[in-house]
């Protein structure tokens, strides 16, 4: 609403640019005449028109050349940024490089006819059609088909009864009963996945038997083709036909494996989607187990996502889970009457499900998925009397995933592939008296044999040497023991003696791939390091000469000299502009490092030209270092030399000196708010030595709000697993949800009746609620941020079905159309808005109360015209990141920019903009409100759902964007609002502007660059903690992306953002530039 006009004096608001214009030059010229009458003097006053024409020509060509020497200034301070995300870019890349676990891979594939247990002597006698797949290649064959049930993340302890009434508890009973009831025709065990949890990873290691690479994390969105030796390449060599239906990241992985005709492949992206996956696969699995159909195929996959779907859009906790578990509970016994004694039915998990549904990570919860077997055939043993009851939890007797692959193989009659580390499952080969102790061993050792072979091509293509099996307990020396007893026939000792080699072998290769490359590691710290002592060295630079510049009566002395031609342009030339040198020399020095890294890699023949760019950030560091240098800057100016200036220091440093310790790593967001406690509590004590009363008070004032603002926002939680149980998440509904809870939806209603009302009294004293601000702020701000309160009651209404008898999908269509407006509002109209905007001020001209004849000429919110417009422009972003949210997100970030309005008018009332605490206090809010927009720094709480937020399914690039718009919704918004720290309260006659917000920008991205780079090193140095992939890994990455995202900020939004503002003051008051 926009508010009474304050004065009564005002003339009519001027909309646009021209009127602003002629207003302001109208009003200047009747001014600058009536104060030449007024001194009546002298030599530089004008005396007849030509003199007055040709100043006017002048003051055109001046401000000219001193727009395009700003445009210049600011292309090159845009190249400073870019060559910093290029440094980083290399620091980050070449450490993770060598950070990552590395297995080689082996095109290697198994034979039928080529057991690795060789060909003669075997434990068992010579079976009928041994060596082919109709006998069976390398154990007798004891099923013709397969039918393999994935249901994506069935946790353990969604099987077995449980003694509560959770809704993911007791729903899917079928596979414990017919284990406990017919232990002959099924059984149903804990089955571990490694980590990490991530199906695409999962599908890998289930079809191949061998471990992930961490590197493939990455490629967890497009899927790639797998290329090593595996199931279904065995099944399409022994000619069986595999059908798949359902998740289409099968398709992805085996391209061409499957009966196009009978496959059914389904988009798997679509979490909030939870039932076309699954009933497109129910409805076309049932067809093929009709008698008629049977000899259409010989394996069929489905892979079912909703309970997976149901966990990421609701979480565990919720009645849809309950139902989707009773469908799969329903689907499998419909299944199980259709299997024939041919037929083996295989239902499991790929992973589990944190307590709000989420996986990626290596928490028991991920990890622990349920494996159920079931034949009506009744094949399948115990070889002890109390493994006849499935394990009550995922702890007892689990099986590796892994395992899978040979005990597949084997049943099928095919070749177990050659990557394979897993062993066969017990239950399988141990007969249904379970005393099959032959079988067992023989199974064992063909398995155990295909892992030494194996281990062997690896350690030669790896030019490796085994360690000889004179050292006791090596995979060696397991080996012939195990060896020696199969000639003394007894088999149970045969069997637990190969299992040992199988496991030693399999521990091995686990810290052989996490062996880490120390050189890359080292070259990355080493270019992130130089590439952080040259930005503080950077940032330090600018407090003296600032000071010497800004000075606007000099300014306006000097400027008014010049339009007489009384001396030239005082511009600087640009070649002494400090960032057209450091770009200069960043390049100059780049290119002998490009070269000397490229050569080295050819002459070695190492391949490694990566290392080129390493070299050529270190050079071109140096260079930049040595220009730095030239320009009398020295290491010495870096050390603080007031109190705020060390605390920015320690601030920054004890944040990334904490990381090495795990329970600061968890604790990160108590610690923050400890920050911001403790700023706002120095700063009231600071204000008491404000002269004037009102100041001093509204100082106070303020420290006082920043701080409680903190403590508000801290209500909003969202914990991590080691945080438990001293923590207790509040971000959704509950602990065990992932949908908001009802009055948490009131939030963002609060939030869009309240915001802009709180901007809008920051804006008032200054008097720049003026020009646009009043129809921007009051009224198209608030109907986004009221349309995304809109988004998230459509949203619920959706989820809940809170309305019967609504078309399918009419919910989702109208939010996802109402989320679209709001998107559309904020960046297509915002930044138009924002590029046109004239100042937010207004020209009052009015009759002077004592000499009426005489003009005067005010101008409402000159004293803030940089600030309230730039202003606008983190608006824009706020309303779309707050949408993305979720509810309780939104309202930390409408907290997060009241307490940025506090921040800048805390920096003003203490004087404190000359120093670094300004954009370190504003590092440590989007930090801490990373925590307060419901994020971890642990993979499982990416809120993959906002991807569906503005969309009905994944799109490139918008998908991605997303979340990560959701993900690091705080810092994006803090670094949007640095360059308020320099235009808050700037009148048009501010001076280095663009070089004032480079700095901050330069100590805003340090505290990330710092962090970034100490989380580098602990992450390197405690490569052999046992925390390393819970806590210091995923932190090190956090820390890693926020860095890249915060440079692309600066550099697209911030600086960008900061030019147009420039030229548009410019424009109306002239180039104070
Ligand atoms: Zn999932």
Redesign the pocket.
């Known amino acids: 609403m926009p508010p009474p006009q304050p004065t009564p004096k005002k003339a009519v608001p001027a909309p646009d640019y021209k009127t602003l214009k002629s207003q302001w030059d109208a009003a200047k010229r009747k001014k600058d005449a009536e104060d030449a009458t007024k001194k009546a003097v002298t030599a530089v006053e004008p005396n007849n028109t030509d003199e007055i024409k040709l100043r006017e020509l002048r003051r055109a060509a001046l401000e000219g050349r001193r727009k395009k020497a700003y445009q210049s200034r600011w292309a090159w301070t845009a190249g400073f940024w870019v060559w910093m995300l290029a440094i980083h870019l290399v620091g980050l890349g070449y450490f993770t490089s060598g950070f990552l676990l590395t297995r080689l891979q082996l095109d290697d594939k198994s034979l039928c006819d080529v057991s690795p247990a060789g060909q003669e002597g075997g434990i068992l006698p010579a079976w009928p059609g041994k060596g082919t797949p109709e006998g069976g290649c390398w154990h007798p064959k004891t099923f013709d088909k397969a039918v393999v049930v994935l249901i994506?993340?069935l946790r353990y302890d969604f099987t077995v009864p449980v003694d509560d009434n959770a809704e993911f508890h007791n729903r899917f009973p079928f596979m414990y009963e017919t284990a406990v009831r017919e232990p002959n025709k099924a059984f149903l065990r804990p089955f571990i996945a490694d980590p990490p949890t991530s199906?695409l990873q999962r599908l890998k290691g289930l079809t191949t038997g061998t471990l992930p690479t961490f590197i493939d994390v990455g490629s967890s969105f497009s899927g790639t083709a797998v290329e090593e030796d595996n199931l279904l390449g065995q099944l399409r060599g022994a000619g069986k036909r595999v059908v798949h239906l359902g998740d289409d990241t099968w398709e992805s992985l085996f391209p061409g494996y499957f009966e196009g005709n009978l496959s059914r492949p389904y988009d798997s992206f679509n979490?909030w989607d939870l039932h076309t996956v699954d009933e497109g696969v129910i409805e076309h699995i049932f067809p093929l187990m009709e008698e008629g159909r049977k000899g259409e195929w010989d394996v069929v996959i489905g892979h079912l996502l909703g309970v997976?779907?149901a966990?990421?859009r609701y979480g565990p906790e919720h009645p849809e889970m309950g139902r989707k578990l009773r469908q799969m509970d329903g689907f499998v016994r419909d299944l199980a009457g259709k299997i024939d004694e041919r037929t083996v039915l295989i239902v499991m998990g790929d992973h589990g499900?944190d307590s709000k549904g989420?996986?990626g990570g290596e928490s028991d919860d991920e990890v622990q998925a349920a494996l159920w077997m079931y034949s009506p055939k009744g094949g399948f043993g115990r070889t002890k009397p109390e493994f006849a009851v499935p394990p009550a939890t995922a702890v007892e007797r689990p099986v590796n995933q892994i395992d899978l692959v040979p005990t597949l193989a084997l049943m099928m009659g095919i070749p177990i592939p050659f990557n394979n580390l897993g062993r066969p499952i017990e239950e399988v080969f141990a007969g249904p008296r379970g005393n099959s102790w032959n079988n067992l061993a023989a199974a064992e050792r063909v398995a155990a044999a295909g892992v030494k072979r194996y281990q062997a091509s690896y350690f030669a293509a790896r030019g490796m040497t085994e360690e000889p099996a004179s050292t006791p307990g090596s995979p060696a020396d397991l080996w012939d023991k195990a060896e020696g007893l199969v000639s003394k026939g007894n088999w149970v000792a045969v069997y637990s003696a190969f299992a040992e080699y199988q496991r030693e072998t399999l521990a091995r290769c686990k810290s052989l791939w996490a062996q880490f490359n120390i050189k890359n590691m080292i070259l990355g710290i080493a270019v992130m390091g130089f590439g952080v002592l040259t930005l503080l060295v950077y940032v330090s630079k600018g407090a003296e000469d600032d000071e010497a510049v800004d000075d606007p009566e000099l300014d306006d002395a000097e400027k008014s000299l010049e339009i007489m031609g009384v001396i030239p342009d005082s511009e600087l030339p640009l070649e002494n502009v400090l960032e057209r040198k450091l770009v200069a020399a960043a390049f100059l020095g780049a290119v002998p490092g490009l070269i000397g890294g490229a050569l080295h890699a050819y002459l070695k023949g190492t391949g490694d030209y990566y290392r080129g760019a390493a070299m050529a950030a270190l050079t071109s560091i140096a260079t930049v270092g040595v220009s730095l240098y030239e320009i009398k800057e020295t290491l010495r100016t870096l050390v603080p030399s007031t109190i705020w200036g060390w605390m920015a220091a320690v601030f920054t440093l004890s944040q990334s000196i904490g990381f090495a310790s795990n329970s600061y790593t968890i604790w990160e967001d108590s610690i923050l708010l400890f920050f911001i406690t403790t700023f706002g509590f120095v700063t009231a004590l600071s204000a008491l030595r404000i002269q004037s009363l009102a100041d001093r008070y509204m100082a106070i004032y303020h420290s006082v709000l920043f701080v409680v603002l903190g403590r508000l926002a801290s209500a909003s939680k969202l914990c991590r697993e080691e945080q438990m149980p001293y923590c207790t998440s509040t971000y959704y509904a509950s602990s065990t949800s992932s949908t908001s809870a009802l009055w948490q939806l009131a939030i963002p209603f609060a939030v869009s009746l309240i915001l802009p009302t709180i901007i809008k009294a920051y804006l008032q004293p200054t008097r720049s609620y003026e020009g646009l601000a009043p129809a921007w702020i009051g009224y198209v701000f608030r109907t986004g941020l009221f349309m995304s309160a809109l988004y998230w009651v459509l949203d619920s209404a959706d989820n809940g079905n809170w309305i019967s008898g609504l078309p399918e999908k009419k919910l989702k269509n109208l939010s996802v159309y109402t989320a679209q407006m709001v998107l559309g509002l904020a960046f297509v109209a915002g930044t138009t808005a924002f590029m046109w905007a004239p100042p937010c001020v207004s020209i009052v001209t009015s009759a002077s109360k004592s000499t009426p004849t005489r003009a005067q000429v005010a101008i409402l919110g000159y004293g803030n015209a940089h600030g309230a417009r730039y202003l606008l422009l983190p608006l824009n972003f706020l309303v779309s990141l707050i949408l993305l949210s979720k509810p309780m997100g939104g309202g930390a970030l409408a907290i997060l920019f009241w307490q940025i309005l506090s921040l800048v008018e805390i920096l003003d009332s203490n004087s404190l903009s000359a120093t670094p605490i300004g954009p370190v206090m504003l590092a440590i809010l989007g930090s801490f409100h990373f925590f307060k927009t419901g994020h971890q720094a642990v993979l499982s709480t990416i809120q993959w759902d906002s991807a569906f937020i503005p969309l009905f399914s994944v799109r490139y690039p918008w998908s991605p964007l997303a979340v990560a718009m959701n993900t690091f919704a705080a810092q994006i918004l803090a670094t949007v609002c640095v360059p308020l720290l320099v235009l808050w309260k700037a009148s048009p006659k501010k001076k280095g502007a663009l070089a004032e917000t480079s700095k901050k920008l330069g100590a805003f991205v340090s505290f990330f660059a710092v962090e970034g780079w100490m989380s580098m090193m602990w992450a390197g140095h405690l490569r052999r903690h046992l925390m390393l992939y819970r806590v210091f890994m995923p932190r090190f990455a956090t820390a890693g992306v926020v860095l890249i995202v915060v440079d692309l900020v600066a550099l697209g939004v911030s600086l960008l953002g900061l030019r147009g503002n420039t030229v548009a003051i410019g424009e109306v008051f002239g180039w104070a530039e």
Do not use: N
């Open positions: 994506d993340a199906t979490v997976d779907h966990g990421h499900m989420d996986h």
